[in-house]
Every structure is written in C-alpha cells, then in structure tokens.
C-alpha cells in the first residue's frame, strides 16, 4: 500500500525558510524510474508544480521558483525534504508530495497536503 | 507551454455525458510517439486524484466511464454517466519538458 504523507510547520514569517518533509512508504525511491514531486497550491487557485528529485538523485526546479527551492532524499528513511527560502505571504498554499512513476510521467499517489500560511 | 481548459464550469445532470476540453499552446506529443497529458481530479476537501495518464490511459481503480482522447494540442476528458461522486474539479497538466511542468487552470463540475 503506496502512503504520503507531508509534514512541517503550519505558520512561517516571512523571509523565513520553510521546510517540508515527505514520509512515503510502500515504494521506494531507490527503484529505477521512481520520483517523487511537490505540487502546492494557493487557496482558491490551480496547482502548481514545484520540484521533482529523482531515483538517481537528479533534481528539477519550477523555473519561476528554481532560486529558492531545494529538493533532497534521505532513501534510507523514506524521506523527501524541500525547502523554500525567503518566503512571502504569496507562498501561502496547500503542499502536496506525490509518487511520480517516470514510465506514466504522472502523479499517482498523493499526500494529504499540508497547509502552510506566510504571515507575521 | 500553457494549458487552457474549456469549460471552466460545469453543471452536470446525473446520467448525462460531459466533456472536458484542454488546449495546449504547444504539441505534447514527443518523438516517441506518447502524448505527455495526465487528468486529475480533485473532490472537495481531498488531494488531487490521478484519472488518465499519457493522454488516453486510465488510472487503476478509475471507473470506465472516464476516458481520455486527443494529441498535439487538444485533448478531451469524457465521462459518459455522470454520478455525484464525480463532482469536483478537473485539472489536466502536461509533462512534456521538464522543469516546464504546468496545470491547466481547472474545471469546476458541479450537479445541476
């Protein structure tokens, strides 16, 4: 049984750097083909796609955002932890980690999401 | 690459078929011949769910009456019985070239 589940603070100032852990379990990241990408969104508004890091460590960025996000694994934990720097209060969304089989290039297993506000 | 889905809102009678359209501003159909589209849906107060991968693939455990058509730059998400369970909002998200990975802005389908 394929699980996701983010976890991290709820309130960040900003400027602050926020960082969010992804516990998955029922696949493992070490297998080929496998990733695991964050996608937020905003209240009331699309999903947006962050970050993806790869079986082999590779590592992609939402282009928009590349400059202040960080993608990294722990494979022996079941672990996939992103952080994003500097934030502002238009960083206030939904976080979501998602299993991301290469061979259907899509999200197949989501995490509850976890809300995380940007505020003083 | 922008998606633009169509209609942005949706109602839906129970029992009747509704269609989703999504129009790429770019061809999501790679040299290999795959078109790199996937649907999603998202029911109130849940986490997206995966619908149809590669443009025409169902999902496990998605009922048949959804399906996926299309290529290059239109693509089409049918349901052909509308059930209630089915309300929410659709997202269709191209992943053709990574890091331009991108959602369409969704359709929201909701019972009449």
């Known amino acids: 049984q394929v699980t996701l589940r983010e976890s991290g603070p709820a309130l960040v100032k900003p400027t602050q750097t926020l960082t969010l852990t992804c516990t998955f379990s029922g696949f493992s990241l070490s297998t080929s083909d496998m990733c695991v990408s964050w996608i937020r969104q905003a209240p009331g508004q699309a999903l947006e796609w962050l970050a993806r890091i790869d079986w082999d460590d590779d590592k992609y960025y939402n282009t928009s955002l590349k400059t202040r996000l960080t993608v990294s694994k722990d494979t022996s934990k079941n672990q996939v932890v992103l952080t994003l720097t500097n934030v502002v209060p238009v960083d206030t969304a939904t976080y979501y980690c998602a299993r991301t089989p290469l061979e259907w290039a899509a999200f197949d297993y989501w995490g509850q999401g976890i809300l995380v506000t940007v505020s003083s | ?112």
């Open chain 2, 1 to 112: 690459i922008v998606l633009t889905q169509s209609p942005r809102s949706l109602p839906v009678t129970p029992g009747e078929p509704a269609s989703i359209s999504c129009r790429s501003s770019q061809s999501l159909l790679h040299r290999n011949g795959k078109n790199y589209l996937g649907w999603y849906l998202q029911k109130p107060g849940q986490s997206p769910q995966l619908l149809i991968y590669l443009a025409s693939n169902r999902a496990s455990g998605v009922p048949d009456r959804f399906s996926g058509s299309g290529s290059g730059t239109d693509f089409t998400l049918k349901i052909s019985r509308v059930e209630a369970e089915d309300v929410g909002i659709y997202f269709c998200m191209q992943v053709l070239e990574i890091p331009s990975w991108t959602f369409g802005q969704g359709t929201k389908v909701e019972i009449k």
